[in-house]
């Protein structure tokens, strides 16, 4: 339920406001806004008496919110969250973001050489996993810890920024402390008590649609962060699973659009993962940007055939020059423009 203040509303009534939500039992959170100031009521399963409410000094309206993923939804926030980012990158404004990188962190060699070419071709943050969920346990796991000393290296360097995935809890805690985004995978989406210490980690967090997740039950898992008090959160499009094998998944380009009209959060497409093919990557992050995704990340390697994981749908650089190339066209027809990589390293 949200509880929204005449404008003007003085700070003594917001704070009755408060008081009165602690007193029925449940959660306030204040949210000062350029148009009006506004009172989120948490912490209830299924409908709130207003009445106590309604009759306050300062409240206008009381609106109750009827979507499961309150937080998240737009009847909470209707203008769009912007996540910041160091160095003025933008996750959810104009700005369209590039996230590129390996599959997995292999070799200094590679991590530096990828982070090199990535910039150069205009992506502002380097992916790559430190941690790898892999169907097969004898496949390669990922370098762990070291790995994130590679992602530093590569930072100080290019100053790219880093978005990096954690799959547990110890994970998040050492990923938080140097990556400037933390991932939480595909396999994770309804990982309920990662996402609660994911929550709580400080750090902005890109959640990746589940392989079988409907989008409501991704906006259920993103609640999660935004209870916790995270509201620095991006969502990812990677595709589902479908009945044709034609492509490793289902690209789901819809789940763009249909995340804007029910979220205010950010939503960037990953067509590596959603596509599994190399040549079907180029259109369809052409077709992601064209239908308003707020970036894409995109696997890139130095040299594909050589990757240790996810190589036929990995991006030769000089393809991802190209992409990138076509792809500020398309933001510019949509009046939008691609974040532009910091000089640091340049
Ligand atoms: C990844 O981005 O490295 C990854 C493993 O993706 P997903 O969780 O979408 O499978
Ligand atoms: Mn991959």
Known sequence: MLIVMRHGASADEVQKVISVIEEMGYQATPMPGAQRTAVGLVGNDGRVDASRLEGLPGVQEVIHVSKPYKQVSREWRPEPTVVKLAGGVTVGGNEVVAMAGPCSLETERQVLESARVVKEAGAV????????????????????????????????????????????????????????IVQIGARNMQNFSLLKVAGRCGKPILLKRGISATIVELLLSAEYLLAEGNYNVILCERGVRSFDTMTRNLFDLTAIPVVHKLSHLPIIADPSHGTGLRDKVIPMARAAVAAGADGIMVEVHPNPEEALSDGAQTLYPDQFTQLMREVRIIAEAIGRRVAEPAAVGA
């Not at 169907?135 to 990922?142: L, N």
């Not at 530093?152 to 880093?162: D, Q, V, W, Y």
């Open 125 to 180: 943050i380097l992916r790559g996993g430190a941690w790898k969920p892999r169907s097969s346990p004898y496949s390669f796991q990922g370098l762990g810890r070291p790995g994130l000393k590679l992602l530093a290296k590569a930072r100080e360097e290019t100053g790219l920024l880093i978005c990096t995935e954690a799959m547990d809890p110890d994970g998040v805690g050492w990923v938080s402390e140097m990556a400037d």
